[in-house]
């Protein structure tokens, strides 16, 4: 059924519900590695090229019985985006939001959160700035897969084009989805990587422990609490509790509709 050309989403998520155990065993296995287990894993289970069903199975690694999970993800994104945007405005990575459309806010808060959660790790030189580990936009010249073959990086990657977002893995493209959805972008990669049992970048890794924490509330490794990951974290809340204390000091901007699901 995984593998059928157009098989019934709901079937298949009842199917992947069933065999989750075994599922999760083969992707997390050590004999898989990072460069080759995205391609394992779909040619094994292809329905994981659609956002939706990469999603579900984000609701099931941490929490696989609350069926809740995904709504209230959607709930605590739209709260962290609506902060952050304040958060980089107030650390003067951000400008504030004010005729821009949806689609350029969530590009310019995707290229600003690690200087907003940065990780004090050299980058390497074709890489040129952190954010180019999770997202790029192609020029208009640009061809996506010249782009994804010299990518000096191997992880999950959002590719913005004219008309719609890819989704690739390493030099691979998964997946694209409409341009209005962007605003996900982020919840998406966590997703992939989540799914694909891939490990974060260390350039990122700061930015993505504290979508896993405070977004997905699903902990880390004690390993994974860096300096980096703590002093973000420390700075995050400390601005959260002024402006609680003084509503003024952080004004939240607007929320965006997120189509998680």
């Known amino acids: 059924m995984l593998k059928r050309p157009k098989p019934n989403k709901e079937a298949v998520a009842q199917l992947l519900d069933l065999e989750y155990d075994a599922r999760r065993a083969f992707i997390n296995s050590d004999t898989l590695r990072d460069q080759d287990r995205p391609a394992n894993i779909l040619q094994a289970y292809p329905c994981f090229k659609e956002v939706d069903h990469v999603m579900d199975e984000l609701r099931r690694i941490p929490n696989r019985f609350n069926p809740d999970f995904i709504s209230d993800l959607k709930t605590r994104w739209e709260s962290f985006y609506g902060k952050a945007q304040s958060y980089g405005v107030f650390k003067k990575v951000l400008r504030p939001p004010t005729t821009q459309d949806k689609v350029t806010r969530s590009i310019a808060m995707m290229k600003a959160l690690s200087e907003m959660f940065p990780s004090l790790v050299a980058l390497p030189k074709k890489l040129g700035h952190a954010s180019e580990a999770m997202v790029h936009v192609l020029e208009p010249t640009e061809n996506p897969n010249t782009y994804l073959q010299r990518r000096p990086v191997f992880s999950p990657v959002l590719i913005i084009c004219d008309s719609n977002c890819m989704l690739a893995i390493g030099s691979m493209s ?18 992939y990587y989540y799914t694909f049992h891939l490990t974060y970048l260390p350039y990122i890794a700061t930015l993505l422990s504290i979508h896993q924490t405070e977004v997905l509330q699903d902990a880390i490794h004690d390993r994974d609490a860096t300096s980096s990951y703590k002093k973000a974290l420390s700075q995050w809340k400390k601005l959260l509790g002024s402006s609680e204390k003084c509503p003024m000091a952080m004004q939240q901007s607007p929320s965006l509709s997120v189509p998680v699901m």
């Open 174 to 191: 998964v997946t694209t989805f409409p341009k209005e959805n962007i605003n996900a972008g982020v919840l998406y990669l966590l997703a």
